[in-house]
């Protein structure tokens, strides 16, 4: 009760931000003019308002995106507001191991710096569908393509780091609801990537972000072993009402926001912790962790689990390397 309160009231947290704060608010002293920055979603919602307010900072962004007329079109909409912000748009669907690989060798290709990887884009699929490599298609957008992307990404964030001497960040958008999630993930992932089955979307959905909480963990350990300069860190952005919800329009979920209301953050607010993780000075060497408002948290038990974390590293490395299309099976 009191910490439900405490975000009723947006009362500000050991970060000196809340609820309530906005994206505008939390990067109001950060000079981002040196920093490039890949950030996956960035043509709605959430990922919008995180792009804009980073352009307002002065950084060099990256755009990719499965739609490349809708990045075309938010990227002309920033620079109408921030003209001298630089921006490329590159193709890249999340659920194709081959277009991930594809997009991390366009972008090697312009010989850029990395500071900054965001992976911000998620999908709620109220169907049940399977990716071209054999993958149920919310875990392979979700997890598994943003999994291979950041693996591809890590040597050029490396070497930025220590050429610039600037620590690199990784931030994952996760939600709450990864702890709506219990069971064998990896037995269960292999179920539901089957073209026939039982779907649960919304569990589905929250297996997706309970392995962006595992990948994180297990990312950091891996960094740190290495001493590589670049930290990870995941956010829940809260409740908030966008285009993730756009397969499930209807009465049902318009009664469930409305409902809701008072707990549902305005776009700026739920893209405050995504920017807060992503540029705040007082994060330094902060790796491995999970943020709601703007505020170091604790994420399920099954989300701080170091040996299911190792298990799904193991399993997503065979995934991307020896993809199948005749559906999932990690120990082939």
Known sequence: MIETGRYLLGAAGASGFGSKSTAEE????????????????????????????????????????????????????????F?????????????????????????????????????????????HAISEDGIEMTFATNYLGHFLLTNLLLKKMIQTAEETGVQGRIVNVTSGIHGWFTGDLIEYLRLISQPKCQFDATRAYALSKLANVLHTKELSSRLQKIEANVTVNCVH?????????????????????????????????????????????????????????????????????????????????????QPSKAGFDPCS
Request: proline share 4%.
């Open 237 to 321: 952005p809260g409740v908030v009402r966008t285009r993730l919800t756009r397969d499930r329009e209807g009465l049902l979920t318009d009664l469930v926001f409305f409902l809701a209301s008072k707990l549902v953050k305005t776009v700026p607010q739920a893209a405050a912790t995504t920017c807060y993780v992503a540029t705040n000075p007082r994060l330094v060497n902060v790796s491995g962790k999970y943020f709601t408002d703007c505020n170091e948290t604790i994420p399920s038990g099954l989300g701080s689990d170091s040996s299911e974390a190792t298990k799904l590293w193991a399993a997503s490395e065979i995934l991307v390397t």
């Open 26 to 81: 939390v990067t109001e002293n950060c000079d981002l003019r040196s920093i490039t920055a890949i950030i996956t979603g960035a043509t709605s919602g959430i990922g919008a308002e995180t792009v804009r307010v980073l352009a307002r900072r002065g950084a060099r962004l990256i755009f990719p995106a499965r739609n490349v007329k809708a990045a075309e079109e938010a990227k002309e909409k920033i620079v109408s507001e």
């Open 83 to 127: 003209p001298e912000t630089e921006i490329v748009v590159m193709k890249l669907d999340l659920s194709s191991i081959t277009s991930v690989r594809s997009f991390v060798s366009g972008f090697e290709s312009l010989d850029l710096p990395l500071n900054l990887l965001i992976n911000n884009a998620g999908k709620l699929a109220h169907e």
